[in-house]
């Protein structure tokens, strides 16, 4: 293997040239582009759900698309519709919360992502998932950070996942209506935890996360998790995994 280098260059050019740095492209004019993007990393209750989404270039192109966590309900809910009436092929996938507790959240949501692929009519030739990270695939992929908002097939998956997860958690509601899922579609916000800790945790919360962890030694229905779980602290938001999030999910709007 060979290297070779560019002339070197006056300072200024160089400098000035610094401040751009150019993304590698791996698209082709002839690509089946798959779009993957997940919702609910962050939640204390509920499955973590993924979406693969590959457009069909006969039909007109969807407007408004974005980044899920900047849509409102409405919205998410219109888009949707479309998404999935233009769509070429799609598919929405879950991990559940039991392989959560299992392979931590990390995995688990890469499971997703790679079922969701994997579950599409479609094969795609090239694969583009939010964040910085891929699952293991067989197809070429490349990782988008904030491709949510950036690149079109991935906003529509980000809010394929997201509008499904929070139908689970809306129907969830209504089975442990205590709990307040449909405010806070499993989040740790105060209402949350409050709750947790006045009726402890339900078959539906996430046992490797802190609070839910901590609930259930009040309340003594602790199980044992498998050596090496990652327990995440209490009153996690998704701020705090900014410097290692691996999805650019940053809110559980």
Do not use: W
């Amino acid at each position: 293997m060979t290297q070779s280098r560019a002339p070197r260059r006056k300072a200024a050019t160089v400098a000035g040239a610094a401040a751009e740095q150019i993304g590698l492209n791996f698209e082709t004019p002839d690509d089946i582009v798959c779009g993957v993007d997940e919702a609910g990393r962050g939640p204390l209750a509920g499955p973590v759900v993924a979406a693969a989404v590959i457009f069909d270039p006969s039909k007109p192109m969807i407007r408004g698309l974005d980044d899920s966590k900047v849509l409102t309900a409405k919205k998410r809910e219109e888009l949707y519709d479309k998404i999935v009436d233009r769509a070429l092929a799609y598919c929405i996938a879950s991990a559940t919360v039991e392989e959560i507790d299992t392979l931590n959240i990390l995995h688990a949501t890469m499971l997703a992502m790679k079922r969701a692929v994997e579950g599409l009519s479609v094969a795609p030739t090239l694969v583009k998932i939010d964040g910085n990270r891929c699952p293991t695939l067989s197809i070429r992929s490349e990782a988008v950070i904030g491709g949510d908002a950036l690149v079109k097939c991935i906003s529509a998956a980000s809010i394929l996942a997201k509008v499904t997860r929070d139908r689970m958690l809306l129907e969830l509601h209504q089975t442990y209506p205590v709990y307040g899922f449909n405010a806070h579609v499993g989040y740790s916000t105060p209402q949350h935890l409050a709750a947790l800790r006045e009726h402890g945790p339900c078959e539906h919360h996430r046992r490797s996360f802190a609070p839910v962890r901590e609930a259930h030694l009040r309340f003594g229905t602790g199980v044992p998790l498998p050596a090496g779980d990652v327990i995440l602290p209490a009153m996690l938001d998704d701020d705090a995994l900014l410097d290692d999030d691996a999805f650019g999910e940053r809110s559980g709007a």
